[in-house]
């Protein structure tokens, strides 16, 4: 009986080692959803919105989404306008990581105060998704990295 037991919790571990994280990047740059589809869609569940509307929607309908990306603004005219989303969020018991990359400090430090855990340059963003999706990766990109810069010297 109790190795029943043990078989099934390493069933149990297998199965959450392979449940993708879901990643949903809230941002109005194509580019920029299409920099990450490229980069993680083998090892991560992508969702995306580019407009307000689209990303109540997709976050109403998913209930298992890990991590938030979401810039400041997502209107032509430059106006911080994410902040009632990530209020929403937290307000809905949204408990997942939410952090705000917009180019615009001031925006970030909003959207912080208003329930973002934390904020990210854009030009830092794949190291924040690698770290976040796969640690020991991350790792090995930054040994590498220093390695390269040693062999310039």
């Given at each position: 009986?109790?190795?029943?037991?043990?078989?099934?919790?390493?069933?149990?571990?297998?199965?959450?080692?392979e449940?993708?994280?879901?990643?949903f990047l809230i941002d109005d740059n194509k580019n920029l959803h299409n920099i990450l589809d490229f980069s993680f869609q083998?090892?991560?569940?992508?969702?995306?919105a580019y407009t307000?509307?689209?990303a109540q929607k997709i976050f109403c309908e998913n209930l298992d989404i890990d991590l938030i990306l979401i810039?400041?603004?997502l209107n032509e005219n430059g106006?911080?306008?994410?902040v009632p989303f990530v209020k929403m969020a937290r307000q809905n018991g949204f408990q997942g990581i939410i952090i705000a990359m917009s180019s615009d400090n001031e925006f970030n430090t909003k959207l912080v105060e208003a329930g973002c855990d934390k904020q990210c340059d854009k030009?830092?963003?794949?190291?924040?998704v690698l770290g976040f999706v796969d640690p020991e990766g991350l790792k090995r990109?930054?040994?590498?990295?220093?390695?390269?810069?040693q062999n310039l010297r």
């Open positions: 009986m109790e190795k029943l037991e043990k078989n099934s919790n390493i069933e149990s571990n297998l199965e959450s080692q449940k993708l994280k879901t990643i083998k090892n991560t569940n992508l969702l995306h307000l509307e689209e810039d400041g603004c106006v911080l306008d994410t030009l830092n963003l794949f190291d924040t990109k930054r040994e590498n990295e220093e390695k390269r810069k």
